[in-house]
């Protein structure tokens, strides 16, 4: 069972590019969730989504959309990347919300 | 929203030493966790602690809900026990999201 897998590992990528994160799990969680973690502290919530067909904004979402036509996958686009959204990006999942998070391996995105 | 405060942000030991880390909360919680994270930026997960008492080998949590707090307890600890160590809550206003505090730098020489 791989749990979470995030791709790529990481990329660089030229200001005002688009660029999808991917996210697969396989626990046949309801409920997905993208976070960023800036150097230094916390991470914070971008989007989520409680079940498949379902979204919603988080704490930082400006900049991020997100989709969730199944189960298992989440992916999240930047539209046109700006220098701020330079961050380690993690996918979690959970079996419904309030229960715990489990986290994948991270997306180390550069945004020159 | 709820706020989530860790102490200390640092703390360097000797190896074989014991510590107590702790997360303070502002508001009632249905979900806490305490996440290591080590030096190459993997999350794992180390206790889902909404309330009571959890062991696991030479880690320990107690989380007070009532007081809201939570305390993570490392004994003997070793090399391997360095990185970040964060607390994360939910709460019934937080949209099912975790609220992470700012993290315990960890360091454990040899």
């Known amino acids: 069972i791989a749990g979470i897998t995030q791709a790529p590992t990481s990329q660089i990528l030229a200001a005002g590019r688009r660029m999808t994160l991917r996210c697969t799990q396989d626990m046949r969680h309801n409920a997905m969730y993208w976070y960023r973690q800036d150097l230094g502290l916390g991470l914070r919530l971008i989007h989520y989504s409680n079940t498949a067909g379902t979204t919603g904004k988080g704490e930082v979402p400006d900049g991020y959309s997100v989709s969730r036509a199944n189960t298992d996958d989440f992916p999240l686009t930047l539209a046109s990347a700006v220098p701020s959204q330079t961050s380690v990006y993690f996918c979690a999942s959970s079996p419904s919300g309030y229960n715990e998070q489990f986290f994948g391996p991270g997306t180390r995105l550069t945004v020159l | 929203g709820i706020q989530v405060e860790q102490s200390p942000p640092d703390l360097i030991l000797q190896e074989g030493a014991n510590s107590t880390l702790r997360c303070n909360f502002s508001d009632s919680v249905n979900n806490l966790q305490w996440f290591h994270q080590n030096p190459w930026g993997q999350l794992i997960n180390l206790f889902y602690i909404p309330s009571g008492t959890k062991q696991n080998g030479r880690l320990s949590a107690t989380t007070v809900a009532t007081e809201r707090y939570s305390l993570l307890y490392i004994s003997s600890s070793q090399t391997t026990d360095s990185g970040v160590y964060f607390c994360?809550?939910?709460?019934?206003?937080?949209?099912?999201?975790?609220?992470w505090g700012a993290g315990t730098k960890l360091i454990i020489k040899p």
């Open positions: 994360a809550v939910s709460g019934a206003d937080s949209n099912y999201q975790l609220i």
